[in-house]
């Protein structure tokens, strides 16, 4: 029997994950070896200096530069906030004094007296790295991250858009195959990962974004309602950085498609638990798909990575089907022959038998499906 | 070479980016045949992310159908998760060479001084050569430095090529820039086993504190200053070192690959040696170029695969051998490239049904995220072809450029031309002066009919004059030019007896009349002594059946003011080769060939055709 190995996504209910969390710069790691996080901490940070504004005080004093010592009331690492007088003029007999105000918050970072000019700096801009997940620190990269380890219920997504997040899990629809109402998308899904069935249109996207969603998942989208969504078409398949204000992980492909039956009863059953999740793709060699983690409680010895699987094709292996016809059916394998079979294109391919769960018995090319892992 | 020694048996393998094919090849009867072949999914997706999964699934079915064949289950190709490589008679491989393209696509970030100025030309410098850009980074685009560098971490480029500054100019941002990219430290998408390459093609006076900066982190190439003053762009020396970096470096590479790497093995001279793995095109440019060595004649080729599309000509009397990756042009990973590049109703101008528009962009993305599946149904058969007839022809027209960009040198640009795009320079590809045009790839090796094979290479490459059309059999050519390392016995006769076949001929008189006129009339005397005897009007397609290695007399006069290649309206008397498929009559004309855009006109046309053609069942 072939060792025919059909590329499946995982779907499980508990796995053991290690994510490393890393800074774009050097900075200061604010966690240890040991330390239990949540997915909202911070554990790394650095600060960037602030932009640099020159600011010409003896122009606005109305004074030569070498003057402009006797009206200053700050000095060179001084803290300013906006508004705040930074140099007052003497006046006539008091009156019709100048007072020069801080264009901005931040700090002094020079005054001189030769050009008259401050050079003012904004305040520093923090760079922080969250956790992304629940989980414990096992490594500790100097100045640089983290490396965390949870165990998690854990399912990969075929495509996606848009950084990390999280939020919590809630389920908008009773069956893998509905197609979400725009108007169940309300105030309470606010910062929620909603749970969609079978396909999610440009309205309700839309809606999500209004309503402050924090992430959709989704069996099918549409490509036109994508183009709509973003304004282009995606040529590769290279996707995380869309500012669209909330994650998309769609977990079966284009078009309308039942989302799996095994993704759904998974996210069901921990409708109320926090998720993180990402939509980040590239499909080239070195594939990133979207994930959705969602932590469970663990004991610190369960944390052993499992050696990776290879699926492969049994009489009697659940599979789904991935291409046209019965696209997004699930069925199991009743045959594996092994000579070379005409299909309807007139390709000939090794093909399996198969009973579909709507009862139809097809033959498939092993090449148009996965196997899902139960 | 390894001539001498015998080589009874030989596995080798192609790894493509979504497909990892295995021939076997056994000396029987005094020579050497291809005799098995199989194939898996490229294991290049976690969980697995590993090359060599794939390459062994591959040959667990080379060995399974071994068995079947001979009816021997003792037959072993695997032992101990490795193939098994053995100088005993009857155990195992004496020898396993692998090609590999599994890298895939090229994706760049390009970076320069000013984004609409040297950015712009970096940029165009990185698509001549088939990049994908996936971000221009410039000292003047508003980001954060710590937002560019979190973008090349996140972005995983294969390249870098950097630019910016006119030579002598000022030397502060182009060396900011270094100082970004060094910070970044970037790592390539598929491992460790080498440095990313960045190539410098700015301000050469900065050349040396470039150095400092980038040299021990990445593979740091310098080359000429692309834009060495500002009305001047000189993109071909980038653009060829990203061509050949990305052959020689990015594509081969894959998850697995060092692995991979310590398992072929072959004899040489009497000893088990190492025998590199080849990038697929290296490979299928050194069997193009030995077909047009052999015939003495000018060959185009082309291998369609999964992420790229590369196209191979030998052309010109001193025989100037091109070769081109179009890095983006593919039928699995990069379709939706295709689409991006063509639009939608290019490909749908070959599609002789209606269908609904969001059916087909479906298709194409389902295709673009679950990249090994295949068409079962006839409907999505002829959309993948329609969709192959793009890629092949935005290759093509890369490759024509690419030909003439070797040839001529610098291009001038006026400060007036600096913001806008244009191409350059005339192309030694001549249709008209062409004698074989050879496919390779999944979709023409693999196509159910090989009618469909002659139909794709006709529409997309459009050949002029009398052109006889050949193709790779099963998919072989890669294997074939990496097992001429060992064994060139091998390699010639497999290559002679198994793997081209030839297709037949394609008669296309060049020009435009109208519809109603005669374009060619054609006397074809037939080897089994039938004579053909036709004026067919413009705008026709005839398929006339003459069998491999058979020839036909003919007598072509072309129509009023159309060219066979002896000048307009000059007769031509010679003998067509035929082939699997026959001898092709095409007069919907060249130089234009022109779809109706109208559907109601077009449609029509496209099924006459197709019938002419054979190529589908339903219009037979």
């Known amino acids: ?374 | 070479m390894g001539d001498t020694q015998k080589l009874k048996r030989i596995i080798a393998t192609d790894c493509g980016s979504t497909t990892t094919k295995s021939i076997l090849i056994e000396y029987v009867d005094g020579e050497y045949r291809q005799t098995v072949r199989g194939e898996a999914p490229t294991t290049v997706e976690k969980p697995l992310n590993d090359v060599t999964k794939g390459v062994i699934n591959a040959v667990t079915e080379l060995e399974e159908l071994a068995r079947l064949k001979y009816n021997d289950k003792s037959i072993k190709f695997i032992k101990d998760d490795t193939i098994w490589i053995s100088d005993k008679e009857d155990e195992g491989v004496d020898a396993y060479v692998s090609t590999s393209s599994a890298g895939g696509g090229l994706q760049m970030m390009v970076t320069g001084v000013v984004a609409r100025m040297t950015g712009e030309s970096a940029e165009r410098a990185a698509l001549g050569a088939g990049a994908i850009v996936m971000d221009l980074i410039a000292s003047n685009d508003k980001r954060a430095n710590y937002e560019k560098i979190e973008r090349i971490r996140q972005l995983r480029p294969d390249m870098i090529l950097m630019a910016g500054g006119v030579d002598g100019g000022t030397t502060k941002h182009v060396v900011e820039l270094a100082e970004l990219v060094s910070a970044a430290d970037p790592k390539p998408r598929l491992g460790s086993s080498y440095k990313l390459p960045v190539i410098y093609a700015g301000n050469t006076s900065a050349q040396d504190i470039i150095k400092e900066t980038l040299a021990d982190k990445t593979d740091l190439i310098i080359t000429e200053n692309l834009r060495p003053v500002l009305e001047r762009e000189n993109l071909g020396p980038a653009r060829d070192k990203i061509h050949d970096l990305f052959m020689e470096h990015v594509m081969a590479q894959a998850p697995g690959y060092n692995k991979l790497m310590s398992w072929t093995k072959g004899p040489v001279n009497g000893k088990l040696k190492n025998i590199p793995i080849m990038p697929t095109p290296a490979a299928v440019g050194n069997i193009m170029q030995t077909i047009a060595k052999i015939n003495n004649i000018e060959v185009l080729g082309v291998d369609i695969g999964g992420a790229t599309t590369d196209v191979f000509s030998v052309f010109t009397e001193d025989r100037v051998f091109n070769r081109t990756v179009s890095a983006n042009l593919g039928m699995s990973y990069s379709i939706s490239n295709v689409l991006a590049t063509s639009g939608l109703e290019n490909i749908l101008r070959w599609v002789p049904f209606e269908i609904d528009e969001s059916e087909l962009l479906n298709m194409i993305k389902n295709k673009m995220i679950r990249p090994t599946t295949i068409p079962q149904q006839l409907k999505e058969l002829i959309l993948e072809q329609a969709i192959a007839k793009e890629a092949l022809k935005y290759a093509f027209i890369q490759h024509k450029e690419f030909a003439a960009g070797l040839k001529g040198g610098q291009k001038k640009r006026e400060i007036a031309d600096a913001f806008s795009q244009s191409t350059s320079g005339a192309s030694i590809v001549d249709m008209m002066s062409l004698d074989l045009l050879v496919g390779s790839g999944g979709v023409l090796s693999h196509a159910p009919r090989r009618n469909q094979s002659v139909m794709m290479m006709i529409d997309s490459f459009l050949p002029e004059g009398i052109t006889q059309l050949a193709v790779d059999s099963i998919f072989m050519m890669p294997q074939l030019g990496v097992l001429a390392e060992i064994s060139e016995k091998a390699a010639t006769e497999v290559f002679e007896k198994d793997c081209l076949i030839y297709l037949g001929s394609c008669v296309a008189p060049v020009g435009s009349i109208k519809p109603s006129k005669i374009a060619l009339s054609a006397r074809l005397e037939l080897p089994n002594g039938e004579i053909f005897e036709e004026d067919i009007p413009f705008g026709e397609v005839r398929l006339i059946p003459c069998g491999i290695d058979e020839k036909a007399k003919a007598h072509l006069k072309p129509g009023k003011g159309l060219d066979l290649g002896e000048g307009k309206n000059q007769e031509i008397s010679c003998d067509l080769h035929g082939g699997v498929v026959g001898i092709v009559l095409d007069t919907r004309g060249r130089q234009p060939f022109v779809l109706p855009n109208e559907s109601s006109v077009r449609v029509p046309l496209l099924k006459k055709w197709m019938k002419e053609f054979k190529v589908y069942p339903e219009v037979n």
């Open chain 1, 1 to 374: 029997m072939a060792q025919a190995y059909s590329p499946g996504l995982t779907v499980t209910k508990s796995t053991v994950l290690r994510k490393d969390r890393i800074l774009p710069l050097k900075g200061k790691v604010l966690v240890k070896k040991g330390d239990k996080v949540k997915a909202d901490d911070v554990v790394a940070e650095t600060l960037l200096p602030g932009k640099v504004v020159p600011f010409n005080l003896a122009n606005k004093l109305n004074v030569t530069p070498n003057l402009v010592n006797q009206y200053i009331k700050v000095k060179a690492g001084d803290k300013i906030k906006k508004g705040q007088v930074m140099a007052v003029t003497k006046g006539f007999f008091g009156l019709f004094k100048t007072a020069v105000k801080a264009p901005l918050d931040g700090e002094i970072e020079n005054i001189s007296t030769i050009t008259g000019q401050m050079l003012l700096r904004e305040p520093r801009i923090p760079i922080q790295v969250k956790a992304f997940i629940d989980g414990v620190v096992v490594e500790v990269i100097p100045e640089e991250g983290v490396v965390i380890e949870n165990k998690s219920a854990y399912i990969q997504g075929i495509f996606g858009l848009s950084g990390e997040r999280s939020g919590e899990i809630k389920l908008l629809v009773s069956t893998p195959d509905e197609i979400i109402d725009t108007k169940k998308i309300d105030e309470s899904c606010k910062d929620k990962i909603i749970i969609c069935g079978a396909l999610i249109n440009y309205a309700a996207i839309k809606q999500a974004q209004n309503m402050g969603v924090s992430g959709i998942i989704t069996g099918g989208i549409d490509d036109q309602d994508l183009k709509k969504l973003l304004g282009y078409n995606i040529g590769v398949a290279i996707t995380g950085h869309e500012d669209i204000g909330l994650t998309i992980v769609v977990t079966e492909g284009f078009g309308k498609i039942k989302m799996a039956h095994n993704t759904f009863e998974l996210l069901k059953s921990f409708e109320g638990h926090k998720a993180s999740i990402h939509g980040i793709t590239q499909i080239r060699a070195g594939v990133m798909r979207p994930e959705i983690i969602i932590p469970i409680d663990f004991k610190e010895n369960e944390l052993k990575a499992e050696a990776p699987k290879m699926s492969s094709l049994e009489i009697g292996t659940t599979i789904r089907v991935i291409r046209q016809p019965n696209f997004g059916i699930i069925g199991k394998v009743t045959g594996l022959p092994e000579k070379l079979t005409k299909v309807e294109s007139e390709t000939l391919v090794r093909i399996l038998e198969a009973e579909l769960e709507n009862g139809k018995k097809v033959t498939i090319p092993r090449a148009n499906v996965e196997v899902i892992e139960t």
